[in-house]
């Protein structure tokens, strides 16, 4: 199984909302990200876990909330969203921390509007 | 920080090869790779090529690293319809966490 999975592929939510992306893999992992994709833009990092703790976390405001409940799982938690928040939000794991010796595989993306 | 520029826009007829072009800045990069992303999708790994080659050759796809002028370049052979999509190179360098995401190209390809 070489397939990062995410949920939901939409969301649609207002600036009181609060709302949670989830991420998934199989494949023994220990890295996991999440990014944030503008559109016509490359994406941006957001937070890195390796093996279950936050290591990275590239000044993303509070309103956004990570967690990571076991070695597959990623969640992203969604609280008071402004609307310039709406981007593609990808999800990507990698074999360990170290870039370059690990490629990163990539999720098909949750599209998130905030109205 | 490094610095990763794309030409924004390629646009080719079918069966024709297609070229995409990436400068970069820092020469500490060990790895680069090159994804697909098509529309509304995730990105897909197509290829990658170490620091220490020159070439890589992986079926219609054939990537070359220029060190010196510090340029990698993706060709594409018998370039096809479902080749269309945005195509990052992205570096990365051993010990370090981050990936360098180029700015993208998006393909067209004409039918």
């Known amino acids: 199984d070489t397939e990062v999975t995410q949920t939901p592929k939409h969301l649609v939510m207002g600036m009181t909302n609060k709302k949670s992306l989830k991420c998934e893999q199989h494949?023994?992992?220990?890295?996991m990200y999440w990014y944030k994709q503008k559109a016509k833009k490359p994406p941006e990092l957001m937070f890195v876990y390796s093996y279950e703790k936050l290591s990275i976390n590239e000044s993303v405001p509070s309103r956004f909330s990570p967690e990571c409940p076991n070695s597959s799982l990623l969640n992203l938690h969604l609280h008071a969203l402004q609307p310039e928040d709406s981007a593609l939000y990808l999800c990507?794991?990698?074999?360990?921390?170290?870039?370059?010796?690990?490629?990163?595989?990539f999720g098909p993306g949750t599209r998130l509007t905030v109205l | 920080g490094e610095d990763v520029e794309q030409s924004l826009f390629l646009s080719v007829r079918e069966g024709d090869s297609s070229v995409i072009n990436c400068t970069y800045t820092?020469?500490?990069?060990?790895?680069l790779y090159w994804y697909k992303q098509e529309p509304g999708a995730g990105l897909q790994l197509l290829t990658y090529i170490f620091s220490n080659m020159d070439m890589k050759q992986d079926q219609r796809l054939t990537v070359l690293l220029n060190k010196k002028d510090k340029h990698l370049s993706l060709r594409i052979a018998d370039t096809q319809t479902g080749d269309s999509a945005i195509y990052f190179c992205v570096l990365a360098t051993s010990g370090t966490y981050k990936y360098i995401f180029g700015t993208g190209t998006r393909l067209k390809v004409l039918a």
């Open positions: 494949m023994g992992h220990r890295a």
């Open positions: 820092d020469s500490s990069s060990t790895y």
């Open positions: 990507a794991s990698s074999q360990a921390l170290q870039a370059g010796e690990n490629e990163q595989f």
